[in-house]
């Protein structure tokens, strides 16, 4: 499972790719207005930064403005893929970009039904929101397992990338659903390496090595 990391702002992606596990980047409008800067300044950055599928989202909800928007971003960087809304007019900008050889990741999924209009338009991607699920009390697991499970069957070649992810243990759900990609907040990554047991078997491991080895007396 690839992991992408969902974030905009550029210190979070220096320290995630500075890790070697990061594969690539998701954006939101939110993301990107938190950051503050012009969309298109700030996506050419982030490909500077990470060497992997880079997702730009259009702002336009028009059919025919989303391709012209979809259009601007592609052409930002050929790490770029192009973010729309699974909506009627987002499937039918997916379908004209797809054809025109612009990869589109579809967002804001949320039943299988929509992923299978997403992937029947050419999606590069698909990408179910989990936690905005789980936040209704609705399983956003089971989600990302059915859409897996029905594009293995159907043949259909779009990635499934876990979105709005809040946990360790929805990353670890994800893997084992057949997500292809997770994409994870910064701070979400970061409690991924930490374990109790970790920390408390390497402090003895040390312990035990100084008490027979000291530490040699720092140089001069
Ligand atoms: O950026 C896409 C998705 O991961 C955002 O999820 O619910 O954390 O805003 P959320």
Not at 67 to 93: C, F, M, S, W, Y
Not at 121 to 144: C, H, K, M, Q
Request: glycine share 6%.
């Amino acid at each position: 499972m690839k992991f992408f990391l969902d974030t905009a702002n550029l210190e979070e992606l220096r320290r995630g790719a500075a890790l070697g596990v990061i594969d690539g980047v998701t954006t939101n409008p939110s993301l990107i207005a938190k950051e503050g800067r012009p969309v298109e300044e700030r996506i050419l950055e982030i490909c500077g930064i990470v060497d992997g599928d880079v997702s730009a989202e259009v702002v336009a909800v028009e059919a025919d403005r989303m391709v012209e928007e979809g259009r601007r971003l592609a052409a930002i960087h050929r790490n770029v893929v192009v973010k729309v809304p699974l909506t009627q007019d987002g499937i039918r900008a997916t379908s004209i970009l797809s054809r025109e050889g612009i990869r589109v990741n579809v967002t804001l999924c949320f039943s299988p039904v929509q992923a299978i209009l997403a992937a029947k338009a050419g999606a590069y991607i698909v990408s179910p929101f989990a936690g905005r699920l789980d936040d209704l009390a609705a399983n956003g697991s089971e989600l990302i397992r059915s859409i897996a499970e029905v594009y293995r069957i159907q043949g259909f070649r779009t990635q499934v990338l876990a979105a709005s992810l809040r946990s360790p243990l929805h990353v670890f759900e994800a893997a084992r659903a057949g997500a292809h990609i997770a994409t994870l907040p910064f701070k979400l990554l970061d409690m991924l390496f930490h374990h109790p047991l970790t920390s408390k078997g390497l402090e003895k491991f040390l312990k035990d090595w100084r008490e027979v080895f000291p530490e040699p007396p720092a140089a001069v």
